[in-house]
């Protein structure tokens, strides 16, 4: 899972449209327009609990739902767990607003994806192999 967060992490050296409209949000001249400093705090805690909240389930469950199956099988269930657990968390989060949700959730998807995708390649197993049980 390490290396699927470090993609992750990795992936917000591009930040997401949604954390740069937050940045400019406010006028320039606004006492409280620090949000190019919070979102060096932001990125990071968004990324440690998408991390936690849905690619470490949905990596495991995925890995669990696509057993003795190929890899592209366990990553496929991956990406539909993660896409479920993605879209209920930013429900849960912004309430009805779908029209916000829809962006947010398919971005989050397309990060969470490529992090997912180094998890599996990390727990692709060869026929015969030892991970298998055969020999």
């Not at 993609?7 to 406010?26: E, G, K, N």
């Not at 968004?46 to 669990?64: D, E, R, T, Y």
């Not at 692709?124 to 055969?134: L, N, Q, T, Y």
């Amino acid at each position: 899972m390490h290396l699927s967060g470090a993609i992750l992490l990795l992936t917000f050296l591009l930040p997401p449209f949604w954390m740069l409209d937050a940045a400019y949000a406010t006028p320039p001249d606004d006492p409280t327009a620090d949000a190019p400093f919070i979102l060096v705090l932001v990125v990071p805690l968004a990324c440690a609990s998408f991390h936690m909240m849905v690619q470490i389930p949905a990596g495991l469950l995925g890995a669990w739902l696509g057993r003795s199956r190929t890899t592209l099988v366990k990553y496929g269930s991956a990406v539909v767990v993660a896409s479920a657990l993605t879209l209920l968390l930013l429900w849960s989060l912004a309430g009805n607003a779908w029209g916000g949700i829809v962006p947010v959730w398919a971005d989050a998807m397309v990060r969470g994806s490529l992090g997912l995708a180094g998890y599996m390649w990390v727990m692709r197993a060869r026929p015969g192999s030892v991970r298998h049980g055969r020999s």
